[in-house]
T-cell receptor, first 112, second 112 residues
Framework: DVKVTQSSRYLVKRTGEKVFLECVQD?????MFWYRQDPGLGLRLIYFSYDVKMKEKGDIPEGYSVSREKKERFSLILESASTNQTSMYLCASTGLTVLAAFFGQGTRLTVV | DAKTTQPTSMDCAEGRAANLPCNHSTISGNEYVYWYRQIHSQGPQYIIHGLKNNETNEMASLIITEDRKSSTLILPHATLRDTAVYYCIVRVVGGNNRKLIWGLGTSLAVNP
């Protein structure tokens, strides 16, 4: 069974903390994505990566950075967490020839 | 990517067919239609995709109109576990376009 695994389902962090969200996929997919999902706003793309060490900004990259040192792992970093970054974060991956995107279970982050 | 329009919400009786419409009137010839669903507090799950022909798999059927401007996802015998938000997306496969543009989807409630 194909898998995208996010390191935490629930996370509570304090304002100003540096936060790492990890995502690992076991499908040898080239493309990996980080989205956030908020009520009434749907899924919004933060960053994506199409190869190791390659990244592109999505629609809402401000306040976030990413790291892809290995093909299977894509990390989302909140340099200094703020309360407006409280959200559900979803990681996804796709291959060059795989037509469907596979998602992780999501991380519900609360910044207090 | 072309945009899609879906009803905000729908109801269906358990055991009956659920027919979820999607309008994609600006779809291009090389864009596929994808359907995903998201059960509460989980990541989206791929259901089915198609280009021109109708498609069927173990989860659902996809009917695409001849002009490709709209499609319908059919869940033949809806169960309570099919209660979810259903997303219709169109995208070009391959090339430099790696993003999926997500709308707000249709919230399907399957009632006992």
């Amino acid at each position: 069974d194909v898998k995208v695994t996010q390191s935490s389902r629930y996370l509570v962090k304090r304002t100003g903390e540096k936060v790492f969200l990890e995502c690992v996929q076991d499908m040898d997919h080239e493309n990996m994505f980080w989205y956030r999902q908020d009520p009434g706003l749907g899924l919004r793309l933060i960053y994506f990566s199409y190869d190791v060490k390659m990244k592109e900004k999505g629609d809402i990259p401000e306040g976030y950075s990413v790291s892809r040192e290995k093909k299977e792992r894509f990390s989302l970093i909140l340099e200094s967490a703020s309360t407006n970054q409280t959200s559900m974060y979803l990681c996804a991956s796709t291959g060059l020839t795989v037509l469907a995107a596979f998602f992780g279970q999501g991380t519900r982050l609360t910044v207090v | 990517d072309a945009k899609t329009t879906q009803p905000t919400s729908m109801d269906c009786a358990e055991g009956r067919a659920a027919n979820l419409p999607c309008n994609h009137s600006t779809i291009s010839g090389n864009e596929y239609v994808y359907w995903y669903r998201q059960i509460h507090s989980q990541g989206p799950q791929y259901i089915i995709h198609g280009l021109k022909n109708n498609e069927t798999n173990e989860m659902a059927s996809l009917i695409i109109t001849e002009d490709r401007k709209s499609s319908t996802l059919i869940l033949p015998h809806a169960t309570l576990r099919d209660t979810a938000v259903y997303y219709c997306i169109v995208r070009v496969v391959g090339g430099n376009n790696r993003k999926l543009i997500w709308g707000l989807g249709t919230s399907l409630a399957v009632n006992p």
